[in-house]
């Protein structure tokens, strides 16, 4: 029997009940059905949102329904919409994911901003500490055409997806590499380093909800207090980098105090906790002065 063609506004409807129904809801504060409904059909028209609004009425053809279906079918069973839809949009970017790595959150995006208004010179030499994506090496790359930069991810698999995204963007200026922190870095002397590494903590049962089951371990989690590789990277980081050069990482709200004395105890001066949209302290940076 052929089914009935919906059009997009009976689309979303059905889609949003389907979600739903699958616990993807209503939190008060975003329709995380609705929204994430939208992008998909969206995806699936290859077309903006705003074409969703626009044209309401229009039906969609048989294919059209029964990618949408899959799609929410995907959701339904909890698998991230980044990963249907194979991108997520962060800073003005487009970005291929994958399973290899972690999927760019929006919170990144203040560290971005950090980074870009630091008084650093016009050809700094930069270092992202566990790219992922090429997120945030790409992003300030996009920002600033001067900058020489390097992002390092211990994923090979991550590698080549940064590396992919660079050429996406015609940023194949920016050289990335696979290294286990700095282990492959060969230059020092950096003007900044920035870092979103793993911060979670080992059994953290935040781990078990959302989008985070779907991502590796290795882009998550980081020992018994989340801090293993946060107190590695700062400990290293003040031989690659240069005189008033910045460290600059991102980590979870809890960790503020935490990671200021570990900055502190490794001899960073200049300590500085930012916090984000909802006053969440979720970047410190440090710079190490001269003597
Ligand atoms: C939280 S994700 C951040 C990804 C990306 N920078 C972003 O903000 O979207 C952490 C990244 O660190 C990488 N990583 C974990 N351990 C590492 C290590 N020992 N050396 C280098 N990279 C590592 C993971 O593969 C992952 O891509």
Same mark, same amino acid.
């Given at each position: 029997m052929?089914? /009935?063609?919906?059009?997009?506004?009976q689309?979303?409807?059905?889609?949003?009940?389907?979600?739903?129904?699958?616990?993807?809801?209503?939190?008060?504060?975003?329709?995380?059905?609705?929204? #994430?409904?939208?992008?998909?059909?969206?995806?699936?028209?290859?077309?903006e %949102?705003?074409?969703?609004?626009?044209? *309401? &009425?229009?039906?969609?053809? &048989?294919?059209?329904?029964?990618?949408?279906? =899959?799609?929410?079918?995907?959701?339904?069973?909890?698998? !991230?919409? @980044?990963?249907?839809?194979?991108?997520?949009?962060?800073?003005?970017?487009?970005?291929?994911?994958?399973?290899?790595?972690?999927? *760019? +959150? !929006?919170?990144? &995006?203040?560290?971005?901003?950090?980074?870009?208004?630091?008084?650093?010179?016009? #050809?700094?030499?930069?270092?992202?500490?566990?790219?992922?994506?090429?997120?945030?090496?790409?992003?300030?790359?996009s920002?600033?055409? $001067?900058?020489?930069?390097?992002?390092?991810?211990?994923?090979s698999?991550?590698?080549?997806?940064?590396?992919?995204?660079?050429?996406?963007?015609?940023?194949? +200026?920016? =050289?990335?590499?696979?290294?286990?922190?700095?282990?492959?870095?060969? %230059?020092?002397?950096?003007?900044?380093?920035?870092?979103n *590494? *793993?911060?979670?903590?080992?059994?953290?049962?935040?781990? %078990?909800?959302?989008?985070?089951?779907?991502? /590796?371990?290795?882009?998550?989690?980081?020992?018994?207090?989340?801090?293993?590789?946060?107190?590695?990277?700062?400990?290293?980081?003040?031989? $690659?980098? @240069?005189?008033?050069? $910045?460290?600059?990482? &991102?980590?979870? $709200?809890?960790?503020?105090?935490?990671?200021?004395?570990?900055?502190? #105890?490794?001899?960073?001066e200049?300590? +500085?906790?930012?916090?984000?949209?909802? #006053?969440? /302290?979720?970047?410190?940076?440090?710079?190490?002065? /001269?003597?």
């Amino acid at each position: 029997m052929d089914r /009935p063609e919906l059009t997009i506004a009976q689309a979303l409807a059905w889609a949003k009940e389907q979600l739903s129904a699958q616990g993807v809801s209503d939190d008060g504060l975003f329709d995380s059905a609705a929204i #994430d409904s939208k992008i998909l059909l969206a995806a699936c028209l290859q077309q903006e %949102q705003v074409y969703l609004h626009t044209w *309401p &009425e229009k039906h969609l053809d &048989e294919q059209q329904m029964c990618a949408f279906e =899959n799609y929410i079918c995907q959701r339904s069973a909890g698998h !991230p919409v @980044a990963h249907i839809i194979g991108y997520r949009d962060f800073w003005s970017l487009r970005l291929k994911v994958s399973a290899a790595t972690l999927i *760019p +959150r !929006p919170e990144t &995006e203040l560290l971005v901003e950090i980074a870009l208004n630091l008084p650093i010179t016009k #050809d700094a030499k930069v270092l992202d500490l566990g790219t992922g994506t090429g997120a945030i090496a790409l992003a300030l790359a996009s920002e600033c055409l $001067y900058w020489s930069v390097t992002g390092i991810d211990k994923s090979s698999a991550a590698v080549s997806l940064a590396k992919e995204n660079g050429v996406q963007h015609q940023l194949e +200026r920016v =050289n990335f590499i696979q290294s286990d922190w700095f282990s492959g870095v060969e %230059q020092c002397a950096f003007d900044l380093i920035v870092t979103n *590494p *793993p911060y979670i903590e080992d059994n953290n049962h935040y781990l %078990q909800q959302g989008d985070v089951r779907f991502e /590796p371990s290795s882009a998550l989690t980081s020992g018994a207090d989340g801090l293993d590789d946060i107190r590695l990277i700062i400990a290293q980081s003040k031989k $690659y980098l @240069a005189n008033k050069g $910045y460290l600059v990482i &991102e980590h979870g $709200y809890q960790q503020s105090a935490q990671v200021a004395d570990i900055f502190r #105890d490794n001899g960073f001066e200049d300590i +500085r906790i930012e916090y984000d949209l909802n #006053d969440l /302290p979720r970047v410190t940076l440090g710079s190490i002065l /001269p003597k």
